[in-house]
């Protein structure tokens, strides 16, 4: 069980908007500790996606966002292309697990 | 271009000990911290510990479920990260990546840190 909950798997057509939640709690996302995103594809090394909630690195399409609120963050996918198709894991800093950090369960994207 | 080639990886028994390696080029080392993160076979991304720049001490923090068993140390003079695995256990059988921390501007502390650059892993395997 991850301290941080993304659902299994989303899936969308090319061209539609995906999001992914991901759920923490008052010791983590809740307290206002930052939210980072990483997207794996297939076979690869994650890579950084989002950072702080809401940048993205340099060479990230603006087609990726993300946005955070209360427990909660989300990462958002416009325009949907089949190279999006990967694995997306949020991460942030839990409190409460003497100063970890805290990765969520992962979500697969499939576009179909 | 920044890089990041993690090497020791292999076949180990358990109760036994691994050293990995984490060679890096393309940025200046001694400015940040580095980090392990690993993923058991068909898991999700596991974070093993960090160790901070010497600016900030050089000190270090790992999950619970690897502390006391492992050790993060870092070469500065070769800009290379270590990761003394002892102890070893079926269970940290993984891929294990070594990625470089970015540390927020005017912000203090270990909630600061991500890990914005990733090597390509080297697989640990325990097993008898």
């Known amino acids: 069980q991850s301290v941080l909950t993304q659902p299994p798997s989303v899936s969308g057509a090319p061209g539609q908007r995906v999001t992914i939640s991901c759920t923490g709690s008052?010791?983590?996302?809740?307290?206002?500790?930052?939210v980072h995103w990483y997207q794996q594809l297939p076979g690869t090394a994650p890579k950084l996606l989002i950072y702080?909630?809401?940048n993205r690195p340099s060479g990230v399409p603006d087609r990726f966002s993300g946005s955070q609120s209360g427990t909660s963050a989300s990462l958002a996918i416009t325009g949907l292309q089949a190279e999006d198709e990967a694995d997306y894991y949020c991460?942030?800093?839990?409190?409460?697990?003497?100063?970890?950090?805290?990765f969520g369960g992962g979500t697969k994207l499939t576009v179909l | 271009e920044v890089q990041l080639v993690e090497s020791g990886g292999g076949l180990v028994q358990p109760g036994r000990s691994l050293r990995l390696s984490c060679s890096t080029s393309?940025?200046?080392?001694?400015?940040?911290?580095m980090s392990w993160v690993r993923q058991a076979p068909g898991k999700g991304l596991e974070w093993v510990g960090f160790?901070?720049?010497?600016?900030?001490?050089?000190?270090?923090e790992y999950a619970a479920s690897v502390r006391g068993r492992f050790t993060l140390s870092r070469d500065d003079s070769q800009s290379v990260a270590y990761l003394q695995m002892n102890s070893l256990r079926t269970e940290d059988t993984a891929v294990y990546y070594c990625?470089?921390?970015?540390?927020?501007?005017?912000?203090?502390?270990?909630?600061?840190?991500?890990?914005?650059?990733w090597g390509q892993g080297t697989l640990v395997t325990v097993s008898s």
């Open positions: 990625t470089r921390d970015r540390l927020k501007r005017s912000c203090g502390g270990s909630k600061c840190y991500s890990s914005d650059y």
């Open positions: 393309g940025f200046t080392f001694t400015d940040h911290a």
């Open positions: 160790i901070r720049s010497k600016a900030y001490g050089g000190t270090t």
């Open positions: 008052s010791s983590n996302i809740g307290a206002g500790y930052d």
């Open positions: 702080d909630n809401t």
């Open positions: 991460q942030s800093y839990d409190s409460s697990l003497s100063g970890s950090r805290v």
